[in-house]
């Protein structure tokens, strides 16, 4: 499930929840800021690198291949 890429939701709502800070200085925000879009590249470039990588590794390791006891259920 992590290499589906399932991790990145609770960094992106820790992230956006920084933002949503009312009583927040003007440094604060402009940090927040700062962490919501490296937190967001890294989240959409793990996205992006493990679905191009997954069907390798599955192939790798035989998952892919439907045995003839898999057919018969």
């Not at 992106?12 to 937190?39: H, Q, S």
């Amino acid at each position: 499930m992590t290499w589906g890429g399932l991790r990145g939701a609770v960094s992106l709502c820790l992230a956006l929840n920084l933002l949503a800070a009312k009583d927040a200085p003007d440094f604060y925000k402009e940090v927040a800021d700062d962490i919501l879009i490296c937190t967001a590249m890294v989240v959409f470039m793990t996205l992006f690198i493990n679905a191009m990588s997954v069907k390798g590794l599955l192939q790798k390791l035989g998952m892919l291949d439907i045995s003839a006891s898999m057919h018969a259920t």
